[in-house]
């Protein structure tokens, strides 16, 4: 399995917006669900968003509002659409491809992290 590749992480203002890209090296539409992660320095990784492969989408309360996760199924393209960014957004934001290989087991696929600093 190839590793996608997220993009779009940088330096930002606090009110200031950002969207963050993970390019998946297959079709996403095989994949069950798909995810962004996020983790501050000290801190464990947790959830941000998910989004299934039925289209139906799922936030944590701290960026419901806020945040929007999409799909580009003709490109293989994850987006985090992020907007009203907070000094405490920032973090080290992964992509998660989650899907059933041919034995009928789960896998997760993790991109290398893109890191999204937000300044007060």
């Known amino acids: 399995q190839v590793q996608p590749v997220e993009s779009g992480g940088g330096l930002v203002q606090a009110g200031g917006s950002l969207r963050l890209s993970c390019a998946a090296s297959?079709?996403?539409?095989?994949?069950?669900?798909m995810g962004w992660y996020r983790q501050a320095p000290g801190k464990q990784r947790e959830l941000v968003a998910v989004?299934?492969?039925?289209?139906?989408?799922n936030y944590v309360d701290f960026v419901k509002g806020r945040f929007t996760i999409s799909r580009d199924n003709a490109d293989n393209t994850l987006y985090l659409q992020m907007n009203s960014l907070k000094p405490e957004d920032t973090a080290v934001y992964y992509c998660?491809?989650?899907?059933?290989?041919?034995?009928?087991?789960?896998?997760?696929?993790w991109g290398q992290g893109t890191l999204v600093t937000v300044s007060s």
């Open positions: 998660n491809l989650r899907g059933t290989n041919s034995l009928g087991y789960n896998f997760d696929l």
């Open positions: 297959r079709s996403i539409t095989k994949f069950n669900a």
């Open positions: 989004i299934t492969n039925g289209g139906n989408t």
